[in-house]
């Protein structure tokens, strides 16, 4: 069975810095797909960003950015430039084809002024 | 292009009651698939309808039970509620090819309190 790992429940970042956060996960499959949804207060879950594991080149969205380490089964979110706005939690999410998603336990992001 | 539509946004029922939560996906999206997110046990998938069958189910009991219309358009139920049903249900919809549209959208989520 597929699991995710988040090892940072909570960080913290000042606005206009830069911060990763951290994902693992454990798969015995080739092909499958990779997100990081954002969920703010609101608690609307929020596409970030996604991979596919067949891609070698690390996705990128705007300020937001991953390291995919295919073999190491790491996936972090790199954020640029925090705003105020992007103080959420963010979930990792491990998807094979066609299948559900499996989301890590979260990381509370705090973004400070 | 209007998002995942859930309703009602907020509900309390009274333990043995039941609850529907309807969900209405994107436009073209074929798949509809739930999620429970509760503060102990995190986001959890319940179930998955793609051309109104079932194709995937999580580890949750009978009393959670779902469909899906000729439109896309799906409702979850869940029976003789009880207190630990109490969480956010949020609905997600994806295009289902296969390919790139594999992305999961989800919508803002039903909050059910059980009391």
């Known amino acids: 069975a597929q699991t995710v790992t988040q090892s940072q429940p909570e960080m913290s970042v000042q606005e206009a810095e830069t911060v990763t956060l951290s994902c693992t996960y454990d798969t015995s499959e080739n092909n499958y797909y990779l997100f990081w949804y954002k969920q703010p207060p609101s608690r609307q879950m929020i596409l970030v960003i996604r991979q596919e594991a067949y891609k070698q080149q690390n996705a990128t969205e705007n300020r937001f950015s991953v390291n995919f380490q295919k073999a190491a089964k790491s996936f972090s979110l790199k954020i640029s430039d925090s705003q105020l706005g992007d103080t959420a939690m963010y979930f990792c999410?491990?998807?094979?084809?066609?299948?559900?998603?499996?989301f890590g336990t979260g990381t509370r992001l705090q973004v400070f002024p | 292009k209007a998002g995942v539509t859930q309703t009602p946004r907020y509900l309390i029922k009274t333990r043995g009651q039941q609850v529907t939560l309807s969900c209405s996906p994107i436009s073209g999206h074929r798949s509809v698939s739930w999620y429970q997110q509760t503060p102990g046990q995190g986001l959890q998938f319940l179930f998955e309808y793609f051309s109104e069958t079932q194709r995937n189910k999580g580890n949750f009991p009978g009393r959670f039970s779902g469909r899906q219309f000729s439109n896309s358009r799906s409702e979850m139920n869940v029976s003789t509620l009880e207190l630990g049903d109490s969480a956010l249900y949020l609905c997600?919809?994806?295009?289902?090819?296969?390919?790139?549209?594999?992305?999961?959208?989800f919508g803002e989520g039903s909050w059910l309190t059980v009391v």
């Open positions: 997600a919809s994806s295009v289902a090819d296969g390919g790139s549209g594999n992305t999961i959208y």
């Open positions: 999410a491990f998807m094979k084809q066609t299948d559900k998603l499996i």
